[in-house]
C-alpha cells in the first residue's frame, strides 16, 4: 500500500470517528427530546463529567504525538509500514477517547442538560478529533 493510500484511509477513518462521536446526540435528542427529564438533578453533575472527560484524552494524545513523530523519522525506510500501523492503532484509541464528551452530550439528553452545554460538549468533541489529522507534512 502506497503512503498515499495509507494516508487516505486514515482520513476516511477519522470522518468515521467524527460521525460515530457526533451523530448520537442529535439521534437522542430527536428520540427523547421532547419527553420529560428523568433525573433533573443529574443535568449540571452530568455536564461536569462531560467537561471532565476531555482530560481523558491527554495521555492519548502524547502517545499519538509520539507515534506520529515516530513515523515521521521511519519514512521511506523498511519500517514505514509498521509505523502507520502502529499510528492508527494509537489515533485509533485516542478517537475514541475524544468521542466521549459528546457521548455524554447524548446521554445528557435523558436528564435535561440544556442544549447549549449539550453543543459545547459536542464541539469539544469535534476540536479534540481535529487534533488528531494526519498532518501534510507527512508524506
Known amino acids: 500500500m502506497t503512503r498515499a493510500e495509507v494516508k487516505r484511509r ?13 451523530v448520537p446526540l442529535p ?20 455536564f461536569i463529567a462531560g467537561a471532565a472527560t476531555m482530560f481523558l484524552s491527554l495521555p492519548r494524545f502524547g502517545a499519538y504525538k509520539r507515534a506520529l513523530i515516530a513515523t515521521s523519522n521511519v519514512l521511506g525506510t523498511a519500517e514505514e509500514p ?35 452545554a449539550q453543543i459545547l460538549l459536542a464541539l469539544s468533541t469535534a476540536v479534540l478529533l481535529y487534533l488528531y489529522r494526519i498532518p501534510r507534512q507527512l508524506s
Open 82 to 116: 509498521a509505523a502507520w500501523l502502529t499510528l492508527a492503532r494509537v489515533r485509533r484509541m485516542a478517537m475514541l477517547y475524544a468521542c466521549f464528551p459528546a457521548w455524554v452530550a447524548a446521554l445528557s439528553v435523558l436528564v435535561g442538560l440544556e442544549a447549549v
Open 27 to 46: 439521534v437522542m435528542a430527536w428520540a427523547f427530546g421532547g419527553g420529560d427529564a428523568l433525573i433533573p438533578v443529574l443535568a449540571m453533575p452530568l
Open 10 to 22: 486514515l482520513a476516511l477513518a477519522w470522518w468515521q470517528y467524527l460521525a460515530v462521536g457526533l
